[in-house]
């Protein structure tokens, strides 16, 4: 009787840690799925911050590379005119001259 008792506590005894063990199976696989979607949310968020950052900083970028092309526009633009201006103003006194130089020749 003493052998079918111990028999029968063991045997409970064994389904008992059994199923403490699938227990803490389940449980430790749960806190693993857990940490897992924690990190791939985190990588995520890391990954979008990090794609809007590099598109601010490119939009930046464009912005003052548009700037410095309308500068430089702006720049040309009036260093032309200037130079048509004095070529204006060259050949304006260069005509006058001529005028001046043929008047006196008449006199």
Do not use: Y
Not at 39 to 63: F, K, Y
């Amino acid at each position: 009787m003493k052998r079918t008792l111990i028999a029968a506590l063991a045997a409970t005894t064994a389904l008992g840690l059994a199923a403490c063990s699938e227990k803490a199976q389940d449980q430790s696989a749960a806190a693993a799925n857990t940490m897992a979607a924690d990190t791939a949310a985190t990588t995520s968020n890391a990954v979008d911050d990090v794609d809007a950052a590099t598109d601010r900083a490119l939009n930046s970028a464009e912005n003052s590379l548009d700037r410095t092309g309308a500068a430089l526009s702006n720049a040309g633009d009036r260093t032309g005119d200037a130079l048509s201006n004095t070529g204006d103003r060259a050949a304006d006194a260069t005509g006058n001259a001529m005028v001046r130089a043929g008047e006196k020749l008449r006199d």
